[in-house]
């Protein structure tokens, strides 16, 4: 059996599975299992050093992952794109020399 639980359950939350079973023979019986929630809570930050960069100086990314929660997290990829030398130029704000 699979169970689906709509919304959003926060890591090491307490669920409690419950089945009742009922025949005539037994009458109706209950059991319940608690079962604890481990979710993966995954965070990602981009930090350039150097800022400002001048023109042909070389520029260096730091890209940090962390999982804060309490499974692991699997097939996890993080893809970053560079601007061209066109597109970095016409978006920097520092003013042109004199």
Known sequence: MVVT???VIADLAQLTNFVTMTSVETG????????TVHAVDLAVSKVVAGDPA???????YT???INAG???AGN???TTR???ASS????????APA
């Open 28 to 35: 109706s019986l209950t059991a319940s299992v608690p079962v």
């Open 54 to 60: 001048l023109a042909g100086d070389p520029i260096t």
């Open 63 to 65: 890209i940090t992952l």
């Open 5 to 7: 639980a709509d919304g």
């Open 88 to 95: 970095a130029a016409a978006s920097s704000s520092r003013p």
């Open 76 to 78: 996890v990829r993080i």
């Open 82 to 84: 560079c601007l061209s």
């Open 70 to 72: 309490h499974a692991d």
